[in-house]
């Protein structure tokens, strides 16, 4: 059974979250702020988090950074405000997985749930070994990026959109078809989520970020993970 974290300081909403995930069948546990909520998700390592942005204590964006500094396996949905984009580009790019805007219905905040789980277990599957060139080995059922040798932390949406794009080296890849490939088609994202997503992903695979030379942007279409030139 699943284990959620909702990390909330209103009352009614975090009563409203847990009898709607108990009764689809997920262990939850709470916290009423931001300093609570970390020290739960590092305590008892749930296999997802519901973070609200806004937060006593400490912001949703700085329990997300630290989280995902410490435990960057665990995943996380940020709770935002209707309009707030900077939250939502904030929060990817600190590391969640996917967001979702107050106010929101109980089954769109359970198939968000249920999708970034299953994106967790499908980063799992498939080819066991996959390499790109002799700079970059991805370990499927372990999730470990290997990098020049190194090796790199990914977030379970960050190792499947790497090995989505690993899987056809070369390939040009629209935003659009890399939100299908993590998000699937059911669940509304916006593009600059990729962005966001292949910012992180430069950041820790590639020598100079602001020049990558494996995860390359193709200027008016989206992006290609290459073999870098020697």
Avoid: W
Wanted: aromatic residues 4%; charged residues 30%.
């Amino acid at each position: 059974m699943p284990k959620i974290l909702i990390v909330e300081d209103e009352p009614n909403m975090v009563a409203g979250l847990r009898d709607n995930f108990e009764y689809e069948g997920y262990g939850v546990i709470t916290a009423p702020d931001g300093v609570a909520g970390l020290e739960r998700a590092l305590a008892e390592a749930p296999d997802l988090v519901i973070l609200d942005v806004m937060m006593p204590r400490m912001s949703g964006l700085d329990v997300c950074k630290q989280l995902k500094a410490e435990r960057p396996s665990i995943p996380i949905i940020m709770l935002t405000a209707r309009g707030q984009e900077v939250d939502k580009v904030v929060g990817l790019e600190l590391g969640a997985d996917d967001y979702v805007t107050k106010p929101f219905s109980p089954r769109e905040i359970v198939a968000r749930v249920r999708a970034v789980l299953r994106r967790v277990e499908a980063a799992r599957s498939g080819d066991s070994l996959i390499r790109v060139g002799d700079a970059i080995t991805l370990d499927v059922p372990r999730m470990e990026t290997v990098v020049d040798g190194r090796r790199v932390e990914l977030t379970a949406t960050e190792f499947q959109l790497l090995v989505h794009m690993a899987r056809q080296p070369g390939r040009v890849f629209t935003r659009a078809q890399l939100l299908d490939a993590v998000h699937g088609v059911a669940v509304e994202s916006y593009e600059r989520a990729i962005d966001a997503h292949v910012k992180n992903i430069r950041r820790k695979i590639e020598p100079d970020p602001r020049a990558p030379r494996h995860l390359q942007t193709v200027f008016g279409v989206g992006y290609r993970l290459v073999e870098a030139p020697s």
